[in-house]
């Protein structure tokens, strides 16, 4: 937690109701995203009990397992759920734009759950599904081993920072604003909706409050409450289990779909209310450059998917899990100094620490020519920008830093002293400026000129050297041993 967003839920819990934390929205927003409410069953692992899924608001698709504990039904549910989930996923690949670097789609599938808990459970069931066989004893529909690669996908995408292929509501709205509970009441989708757009005539505590009551609001997923399992839940799925006439199945399913139908509806307004009010935030100027990444991410997985389409290993080698680490690293610099170059709020956390420094320019050598350090007495031109700031500057000299309004010039700090008004910040401007000696009108800051420079650069992490999978270290294991599908894969702890 920094000092502005401490700041922000100490406002939020004085005034009874959400502080933005955001002037800009910092994910991207698909025009048609597929929502997907779970619920599992509880002392199951990861048995799935039902799921409300679909592009439309007015239209959700309700999927139901009468008897979680049956695989045959749980995998009837996961072939129900390829349904309508693949036909989505594969309706983007068809429109495809051609780069210099290879064909792209024009748009990707956007898959949003509640929760974190949500991402869990697609991570699980992606899992659970993606090693099924099609063919011999437990043969599954050839949908079920599709879908589980597919929402494999989408959960490793969901934890690389900035991508917005399958974001969780409660993340997506924290980001923005900032209550006056904690983090950990704000992963209650209900609760933190509660603080961000209160009924009428209610507070943010109050509405909270409410929201915490399973009886007025029942839990976002996948869980359940436990009372709603002992008094409804239970005997709904025993008088499933009683039935011995197949004419009584219809409505003894019926009744577990109203059951279960009370439980996710309110969860899957809560979704779209959020959509609602993030769709309100102009989206950020680096927005369309991340999802242009997402983009490219789906394309390639989905051309894998038609060249080899093997599911992915149970866990990734040595040398994959580093470089995956690494990636995950520079995707993690590079979406802090996006966001904060995006916005000044987010900016003002790196002014507050020192990272960062709003200055007004006091003085500008602007035709300073210093040796180009590479002989022969040739000059280059490195003019010199003067700042007072009354920001706290903890820079070291030498450290590169990029304005937010110049973000394809970068400067380094050659001199920090302190003055009347605060600190004199003297700033090399190091490129930028033009291809000739004198540089071009405008590329240099003018006296005056209010200005935010920050040391958060994009490249911040740099990546290390990896070797090759085969030249992997007897201490990590030595070169793994190439993937081969097996029996193993589709072994399932019930049997």
Same mark, same amino acid.
Request: charged letters at 25%; proline letters at 9%; aromatic letters at 6%.
């Given at each position: 937690?920094?000092?502005?967003?401490?700041?922000?839920?100490?406002?939020?819990?004085?005034?009874?109701?959400?502080?933005?934390?955001?002037?800009?929205?910092?994910?991207?927003?698909?025009?048609?995203?597929?929502?997907?409410?779970?619920?599992?069953?509880?002392?199951?692992?990861?048995?799935?009990?039902?799921?409300?899924?679909? #592009?439309?608001?007015?239209?959700?698709?309700?999927?139901?397992?009468?008897?979680?504990?049956?695989?045959?039904l749980r995998f009837a549910f996961a072939a129900?759920?390829?349904?309508?989930?693949?036909?989505?996923?594969? $309706?983007?690949?068809?429109?495809?734009?051609?780069?210099?670097?290879?064909?792209?789609?024009?748009?990707?599938?956007?898959?949003?759950?509640?929760?974190?808990?949500?991402?869990?459970?697609?991570?699980?069931?992606?899992?659970?599904?993606?090693?099924?066989?099609?063919?011999?004893?437990?043969?599954?529909? *050839?949908?079920?081993?599709?879908? $589980?690669? +597919?929402?494999?996908?989408?959960?490793?995408?969901?934890?690389?920072?900035?991508?917005?292929?399958?974001?969780?509501?409660?993340?997506?709205?924290?980001?923005?604003?900032? =209550?006056?509970?904690?983090?950990?009441?704000?992963?209650?989708?209900?609760?933190?909706?509660? +603080?961000?757009?209160?009924?009428?005539?209610?507070?943010?505590?109050?509405?909270?409050?409410?929201?915490?009551?399973?009886?007025?609001?029942?839990?976002?997923?996948?869980?359940?409450?436990?009372?709603?399992?002992?008094?409804?839940?239970?005997?709904?799925?025993?008088?499933?289990?009683?039935?011995?006439?197949?004419?009584?199945?219809?409505?003894?399913?019926?009744?577990?779909?109203?059951?279960?139908?009370?439980?996710?509806? *309110?969860t899957w307004d809560l979704v779209w209310r959020?959509?609602?009010?993030?769709?309100?935030?102009?989206?950020?100027?680096?927005?369309?450059?991340? +999802?242009?990444?997402?983009?490219?991410?789906?394309?390639?997985?989905?051309?894998?998917?038609?060249?080899?389409?093997?599911?992915?290993?149970?866990?990734?080698?040595?040398?994959?899990?580093?470089?995956?680490?690494?990636?995950?690293?520079?995707?993690?610099?590079?979406?802090?100094?996006?966001?904060?170059?995006?916005?000044?709020?987010?900016?003002?956390?790196?002014?507050?620490?020192?990272?960062?420094?709003?200055?007004?320019?006091?003085?500008?050598?602007?035709?300073?020519?210093?040796?180009?350090?590479?002989?022969?007495?040739?000059?280059?031109?490195?003019?010199?920008? &003067?700042?007072? #700031?009354?920001?706290?500057?903890?820079?070291?000299? $030498?450290?590169?830093?990029?304005?937010?309004?110049?973000?394809?010039?970068?400067?380094?700090?050659?001199?920090?002293?302190?003055?009347?008004?605060?600190?004199?910040?003297?700033?090399?401007?190091?490129?930028?400026?033009?291809?000739?000696?004198?540089?071009?009108?405008?590329?240099?800051?003018?006296?005056?000129?209010?200005?935010?420079?920050?040391?958060?650069?994009?490249?911040?992490?740099?990546?290390?050297?990896?070797?090759?999978?085969?030249?992997?270290?007897? =201490?990590?294991?030595?070169?793994?041993?190439?993937?081969?599908?097996?029996?193993?894969? &589709?072994?399932?702890?019930?049997e």
């Amino acid at each position: 937690m920094t000092a502005i967003s401490s700041y922000a839920r100490a406002l939020a819990a004085a005034s009874g109701t959400a502080v933005p934390t955001a002037t800009v929205r910092h994910v991207h927003l698909a025009a048609r995203p597929l929502i997907l409410v779970p619920l599992a069953m509880a002392g199951e692992a990861n048995a799935p009990l039902a799921a409300m899924v679909g #592009t439309e608001r007015e239209r959700p698709e309700l999927l139901v397992v009468p008897q979680p504990r049956n695989r045959d039904l749980r995998f009837a549910f996961a072939a129900r759920l390829a349904e309508i989930f693949l036909p989505y996923v594969l $309706g983007f690949a068809a429109d495809i734009e051609e780069l210099t670097n290879g064909p792209r789609t024009v748009d990707a599938p956007q898959l949003i759950v509640p929760n974190q808990a949500g991402v869990a459970f697609v991570r699980l069931f992606g899992r659970s599904t993606r090693f099924r066989t099609t063919t011999g004893d437990y043969a599954v529909e *050839p949908s079920v081993p599709l879908l $589980g690669r +597919w929402l494999t996908f989408f959960a490793e995408r969901a934890e690389v920072p900035g991508s917005s292929l399958m974001p969780a509501a409660t993340e997506m709205l924290s980001l923005h604003w900032a =209550t006056g509970q904690s983090a950990l009441e704000d992963a209650n989708l209900a609760a933190l909706m509660g +603080w961000i757009d209160p009924p009428a005539g209610a507070d943010g505590p109050a509405a909270a409050r409410l929201a915490e009551d399973p009886r007025h609001c029942p839990p976002a997923g996948p869980t359940t409450d436990p009372g709603f399992d002992n008094e409804v839940l239970a005997p709904a799925i025993a008088a499933y289990d009683a039935v011995t006439d197949p004419s009584q199945l219809p409505d003894a399913v019926k009744r577990l779909e109203e059951a279960l139908h009370s439980q996710l509806q *309110p969860t899957w307004d809560l979704v779209w209310r959020a959509l609602d009010r993030l769709r309100v935030l102009p989206g950020g100027a680096s927005v369309p450059g991340r +999802w242009e990444v997402d983009r490219s991410r789906y394309t390639g997985f989905h051309t894998y998917m038609i060249e080899e389409g093997l599911p992915q290993a149970r866990r990734d080698g040595a040398v994959a899990a580093a470089r995956r680490l690494n990636r995950m690293e520079r995707a993690q610099a590079s979406y802090d100094a996006e966001r904060a170059f995006d916005d000044p709020l987010v900016m003002a956390d790196h002014r507050v620490t020192g990272e960062a420094f709003l200055g007004s320019v006091v003085a500008v050598d602007r035709d300073r020519r210093v040796p180009n350090g590479r002989g022969k007495g040739r000059l280059v031109t490195r003019p010199l920008v &003067t700042l007072r #700031t009354e920001d706290p500057v903890r820079l070291a000299l $030498g450290m590169k830093v990029v304005a937010t309004r110049r973000r394809r010039q970068e400067c380094v700090v050659t001199a920090l002293e302190p003055c009347d008004a605060g600190i004199l910040v003297t700033l090399e401007a190091q490129n930028g400026m033009g291809r000739s000696a004198a540089p071009a009108p405008g590329s240099v800051p003018e006296v005056g000129e209010s200005l935010c420079y920050s040391s958060v650069l994009a490249d911040g992490v740099r990546s290390a050297t990896m070797p090759e999978a085969e030249d992997t270290p007897w =201490t990590h294991g030595g070169p793994p041993q190439p993937y081969e599908p097996s029996e193993q894969d &589709t072994a399932e702890a019930w049997e």
